[in-house]
């Protein structure tokens, strides 16, 4: 990766510049038996498309809350780049009503209303599906975002050193964000490109997000990103361990 990335949106741009066929994340979702793939050029163009939706559709510009209540899920990582991307701060798991944007799951909806300000809402179906009804008060992201704009320039350069991340009550600047995924990715068994890691962790915490996103995008590695894990048997995790080729596990 480019020693000189600062944030992790140049961390994207560095990984699509290098192969942009490989794959980068790879999510499961052990309760309905979902499973993606997304190459590093096909999980860019879903943050490009994002950060469009958040800069020209919401108004969002650096510096402003969005407040994301969702899981560990491959549409959370592009919602995490996508903010990165504009300059915004990602409150994970953060309190909405103090958000200019609120960004939810189905079953946080309620807690979202908080938000006096935009809000969208994330059906969290198969292959990005729509909710069947939008949920009053929503956007719904599935019929918003595949509209936008595939390649996105920010209007403002984003100042690696001012706030990008919140989560567990700790603030991260976009360069902490990158210098800290750096530091612990070998502890983690990330050692480099080729480097894959499967990571049951939720994303409330800087453990999974690092192990789940930011790690394997800092050294040129991917991630299989597991929901509802434990609802794998033993045998089938190992199956899926081989079959995807994993290195190394955070669980």
């Not at 993606?36 to 510096?63: C, R, Y």
């Amino acid at each position: 990766m480019n020693a000189s990335d600062r944030t992790p949106a140049d961390l994207l741009s560095s990984a699509l510049a290098a192969d942009p066929g490989r794959p980068l994340v790879t999510f499961y979702d052990d309760a309905t038996g979902e499973r993606v793939e997304l190459s590093v050029a096909t999980f860019a163009n879903w943050v490009a498309k994002t950060a469009n939706l958040l800069q020209d559709e919401l108004s969002a510009e650096p510096g402003d809350r969005v407040t994301l209540l969702l899981p560990a899920h491959w549409q959370t990582a592009v919602w995490l780049l996508a903010c990165a991307s504009v300059g915004v701060v990602a409150d994970v798991a953060g309190d909405p009503s103090a958000a200019d944007v609120v960004v939810s799951g189905p079953e946080t909806l309620e807690a979202a209303r908080a938000c006096s300000g935009a809000r969208i809402a994330l059906a969290l179906r198969p292959l990005g599906g729509r909710f069947p009804q939008p949920p009053e008060g929503f956007a719904d992201y599935a019929v918003e975002v595949p509209g936008q704009g595939d390649r996105f320039v920010p209007y403002a350069q984003v100042d690696p050193e001012v706030p990008a991340l919140i989560v567990a009550g700790r603030e991260f600047s976009g360069a902490e964000v990158v210098e800290r995924a750096r530091a612990e990715a070998s502890g983690l068994g990330l050692t480099g490109p080729g480097s894959r890691i499967l990571s049951g962790l939720p994303y409330d915490t800087w453990e999974g997000l690092s192990a789940g996103l930011y790690a394997p995008l800092a050294t040129g590695g991917s991630v299989v990103l597991c929901r509802h894990l434990g609802r794998l048997g033993a045998d089938a995790l190992d199956k899926r361990i081989e079959t995807e080729r994993v290195t190394a596990t955070a669980r």
